[in-house]
């Protein structure tokens, strides 16, 4: 059913911790594996689960965080579109949390001739939409749940080389991207969705930044409004 990545680093003291912390969270699942592997995506070759999940070497995640999202996936038919369900994010903190990205238009103060610039960025989400399960434009690849063969099929269309792997933001971004433009015109199939009500925690401190725009999303906009996404 699923494999959970750890990414090794330089401490090995680190990546035991929580593959322990992983391993209690996930040992009463069925068909559920935790590997540790040098990097994510070379880890996917031998990858024969429905789902994978990505987890950096120093994460957290809360009580039944893995029981609740497998859940959602299983008993809710409405979400076999689904290509990634993400929870909400904690940056080095349970409670500093924010919610998937969403492109976002920032205009500047007019100049004396009466001229704003309008500035384009990837920003992070720091509030809830909802209580329940919802779509968002991004969402944060680490932690969340993929489905495997839409996450090979993603990789093989960008063509992303390994240093993407230390660039979360971009690699969500991109990511997300991809999956829904993939789903346009299939019935609304390589969805993004996020799970509010359950927290993975990552101690990269500038995943909560701005981006730098992604063209990848004007493409997208109309869709985007449509669903009120």
């Known amino acids: 059913m699923l494999t ?3 990414k ?6 680190v990546v035991e ?8 969270e996930t040992k009463d699942i069925p068909d559920v594996e935790v590997i540790i592997k040098e990097n994510w995506l070379d880890g996917l070759a031998s ?46 903190d349970w409670a500093n949390k924010f919610y998937g990205y969403s492109a976002d238009t920032v205009l500047s103060e007019p100049t004396k001739d009466g001229i704003a610039t309008k500035n384009k960025y990837i920003k992070p989400n720091k509030d809830a939409k909802a209580k329940v399960v919802y779509p968002v434009q991004i969402g944060f690849v680490p932690g969340s749940i993929i489905r495997t063969n839409m996450l090979v099929e993603a990789l093989a269309k960008l063509n992303l080389g390994p240093s993407i792997e230390d660039d979360l933001k971009r690699l ?12 346009v015109g299939n019935g609304g199939g390589n969805r993004v969705h996020l ?17 730098p725009f992604n063209s990848k999303i004007d493409k997208l906009m109309p869709m985007f409004t449509g669903q009120s996404i």
């Open 17 to 24: 911790l929580t593959y322990e912390n992983m391993f209690k």
């Open 195 to 211: 799970n509010p009500l359950v927290t993975y925690v990552t101690t990269d401190l500038t995943v909560n930044d701005l981006s």
């Open 47 to 92: 990858i024969k689960t429905r789902y994978v999940c990505l987890l950096e070497a120093d994460c957290l995640v809360n009580s039944a965080y893995f029981v609740t999202m497998l859940g959602l996936l299983k008993k809710n038919p409405h979400f076999r579109k689904i290509a990634m369900l993400s929870s909400a994010t904690g940056v080095n």
């Open 172 to 183: 969500s971004t991109e990511l997300s991207l991809t999956f829904w433009d993939t789903g």
């Open 4 to 6: 959970c990545i750890i």
């Open 8 to 13: 090794s680093n330089s401490e090995p003291t």
